[in-house]
């Protein structure tokens, strides 16, 4: 009885309540430090202040009148944040971004910007939200790829849209899916990553680094190897190979058997 009286007492003690809050304060606060130390470590940026300060000028003076002043989005185009570094990079290094006209799709061209100006916008662009960065070298290196497992993982993919081996194909409404037979390692990454255009999105729940890695393995043997079975007639697939079969080789079959019938008669 004496024990379970001092208990008792020990619970109504005015600081129980003080220590259970200095213990919660305790869990919470450290909780939060220990996922803040994690976010900084895995969110390291390769920019510096510099880059982002010369990219807002770029923005501003470039982008501004379609994006945002703050990259917020207007009705002419989307807002950027949180499209990340990688968006950015893609966009403006394949000439895409600016646009030169509205349409179905945006077209590649040269680029209007250097690389380091291409760094600068994405530098500004990455520091609005976080979003897919820039992939490193080692990420899309083709020799650390499988290309036969990549080009199984294409064809499951990607085929559908831009042929079994890269040559693009039309879509709906005049879009199309580009070729890939001039595609930078690079591009291919981004690409896959960030989802430009009527492209989806292959995020790493998709397809993880090491499957990207491997696509970009298969396409770049794709790239290195031209047909060993003559004439590619464009990589277009068997609908062209059919067609050109029907009008030029049958085509060629009947007029022949014509020339010869009529110089029998």
């Not at 002419?76 to 971004?97: E, H, K, N, Y």
């Amino acid at each position: 009885m004496a024990f379970q009286r001092k208990r008792n007492n020990g619970r109504r003690s005015p600081y129980a309540a003080i220590l259970v809050i200095l213990a919660g304060l305790l869990v919470s606060g450290g909780g939060y430090a220990a996922a803040n130390a994690v976010v900084n470590t895995q969110t390291d940026s390769p920019y510096s202040a510099q880059d982002v300060k010369n990219g807002n000028q770029l923005f501003l003076a470039n982008c501004a009148s379609c994006h945002g002043r703050n990259a917020e989005g207007t009705k002419a185009a989307p807002s950027l944040i949180g499209v990340g570094a990688a968006s950015v990079d893609f966009q403006v290094s394949t000439g895409r971004m600016p646009g030169a006209a509205s349409g179905p799709q945006l077209t590649d061209k040269p680029p209007q910007f250097n690389e380091q100006q291409i760094k600068e916008l994405a530098a500004y662009v990455a520091s609005l939200a976080p979003g897919p960065a820039v992939p490193t070298a080692a990420m899309i290196d083709p020799a650390g790829g499988n290309t036969t497992r990549g080009g199984e993982l294409f064809r499951i993919n990607c085929a559908m849209c831009h042929n079994a081996v890269g040559a693009g194909g039309a879509l709906t409404e005049g879009k199309w899916a580009a070729s890939l037979r001039n595609a930078s390692a690079k591009e291919l990454y981004e690409a896959m990553l960030t989802g430009p255009q009527n492209m989806p999105v292959f995020n790493d729940a998709n397809l993880t680094p090491k499957d990207k890695q491997d696509i970009i393995a298969y396409i770049d043997y794709v790239q290195q190897n031209p047909s060993a079975g003559g004439e590619e007639l464009a990589n277009l697939g068997p609908v062209a190979e059919g067609l050109f079969a029907w009008i030029f080789m049958l085509g060629g079959i009947v007029a022949i058997t014509i020339w010869l019938g009529a110089k029998s008669n």
